[in-house]
T-cell receptor
Framework: AQTVTQSQPEMSVQEAETVTLSCTYD???????LFWYKQPPSRQMILVIR??????QNATENRFSVNFQKAAKSFSLKISDSQLGDAAMYFC?????????????FGKGTLLTVNP | DSGVTQTPKHLITATGQRVTLRCSPR?????VYWYQQSLDQGLQFLIQ???????AKGNILERFSAQQFPDLHSELNLSSLELGDSALYFC????????????FGPGTRLTVL
């Protein structure tokens, strides 16, 4: 079974500052994918960033980057130069790479507030 | 805009009723996934279809069923509705039946009174 844990129910950051959201996971698979999705008040689920477990290099998308520690099963999201539009619920998710079920297993989310 | 469409946006119905939620995947995507988001259960996978065939089942109740049609759109049927079925139902699509990034639709908010 796959599990994803987000230990920070809520976080806050000042505009233009940097914030890191934590995520740990558990899986018996050796190959898998990790994702961060953002859910703003509109409720739309928006992909932020994706990491393949076989890649050692941490993924980066503009102001968003991850710190992927495979041995520790940790996958944190760093948001640099935070903007008001970054305020949202952030979900960490895990999907296996092989087999027949590619479902996403989600954490419970971290609510990020950005203060002006 | 992810390119995934879902209708209706909102649905209000009574206990015991049956509803159908519709999803159109992104152009070219063959896989469709259904997820339920509720306050107590969080985001949970329900079922996956690939090119018209069921590929995987998650925590989907027997009262719920789904199908994917030849034009690749999918429908989620919820019957004998209970108060606890009130939730946001998402459809997501991806190109293949493997680990691709899943792109989510805007969701259908179901309220059972």
């Amino acid at each position: 079974a796959q599990t994803v844990t987000q230990s920070q129910p809520e976080m806050s950051v000042q505009e233009a500052e940097t914030v890191t959201l934590s995520c740990t996971y558990d899986t018996s698979e050796s190959d898998y994918y990790l994702f961060w999705y953002k859910q703003p008040p509109s409720r739309q689920m928006i992909l932020v960033i994706r990491q393949e477990a076989y890649k050692q290099q941490n993924a980066t998308e503009n102001r968003f980057s991850v710190n992927f520690q495979k041995a520790a099963k940790s996958f944190s999201l760093k948001i640099s130069d935070s903007q008001l539009g970054d305020a949202a619920m952030y979900f960490c998710a895990l999907a296996r790479s092989g087999g027949s079920n590619y479902k996403l297993t989600f954490g419970k989310g971290t609510l990020l507030t950005v203060n002006p | 805009d992810s390119g995934v469409t879902q209708t209706p946006k909102h649905l209000i119905t009574a206990t015991g009723q049956r509803v159908t939620l519709r999803c159109s995947p992104r152009s070219g995507d063959l896989s469709v996934y259904w997820y339920q988001q509720s306050l107590d259960q969080g985001l949970q996978f329900l079922i996956q279809y690939y090119n018209g065939e069921e590929r995987a089942k998650g925590n989907i109740l027997e009262r719920f069923s789904a199908q994917q049609f030849p034009d690749l759109h999918s429908e989620l049927n919820l019957s004998s509705l209970e108060l606890g079925d009130s939730a946001l139902y998402f459809c997501a699509s991806s190109p293949r039946a493997r680990t691709d990034t899943q792109y989510f639709g805007p969701g259908t908010r179901l309220t059972v009174l």
